[in-house]
């Protein structure tokens, strides 16, 4: 009988953690905050800032949100992340992604100070993340760890197949779980022979962003099944890259959507900032 990882559960549990090591650093004076910086008015991505806000004020983090102009000037961009990046009240900053095509992402994301940069997207975020030697983990990866360390399946030795090879998802993921010692694979859009491949997955990941990409067929029986996808279906509602109703009758263990991957990300993101301000009061 496959188990569904309760993403809401997880998250609940990291959140409430959260929650009291902010309560305790109050206490010494310190408070934690948030700076979220959104350009242009995507629907998805209001979802999320919204969604963010939420979830700070829950865990007694202060969110500050710099909703802007589509039209803003890359310069403008970056002297507001300047101003956020010497704001001592200010230790993280999120600038939500996509930006609208005049704006060049990698340098706007180069702008964070790395200190501050609590999605773990700043190159030498990411270089440390290769060596190993990381303060921040981005916050879908480091969640997805979290949820697999709760089915109580080690990586070690497992074959850990990832379907998408993005920065914030797909190659990061390949790095934690190879920490992990698991023995990764990552497949693409030029990927030959898929479902040959994710069908020796022990862990199988999925970051396609296609409804229903993986069927059940595709899926080991018993596997780890983790659905990153987040797709709109025409009637509004959401789905993932996993055909849940056909995988749950082989999977060992799967990820809902909504309500797996989605959670983990955003209470990462709060873990991450009590973390910022940790290492920047020296706590
Ligand atoms: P992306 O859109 O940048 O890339 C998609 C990847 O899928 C690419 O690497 C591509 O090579 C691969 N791909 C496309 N077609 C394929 C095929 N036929 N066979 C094999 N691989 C194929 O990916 P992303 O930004 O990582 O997002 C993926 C999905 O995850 C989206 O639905 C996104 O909304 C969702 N997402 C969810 C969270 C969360 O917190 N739950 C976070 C980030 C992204």
Redesign the pocket.
Known sequence: MTKIIDGKLISAKLKEEVKIEVENLREKGISVCLAVVMVGDDT?SKVYVRNKKRVCEAVGIVSKEFILNANISQQELIDLIDLLNKDRKVNGILVQLPLPKHLNEKDIISSIVPSKDVDAFHPINVGKIMLGEYDFLP??PA?IIDLIYETGISIEGKNCVI????????KPMSMLLLQKNGTVTI?????QN?KEITSKADILVA????PN?IKDDMIKPGAVVID????RLKDGSLC??VDFEGAKNVAGYITP?PG???P???ATLMKNTLLAAKLQNHN
């Open positions: 998805a916050c879908t969640g379907i998408g090879r993005s920065n914030i998802v797909g497949c693409h859009s030029k990927t898929l970051a396609v962003g296609c990409f990153v996808g987040i797709n993932g890259d959507v797996g991957v989605g983990m990300t955003i």
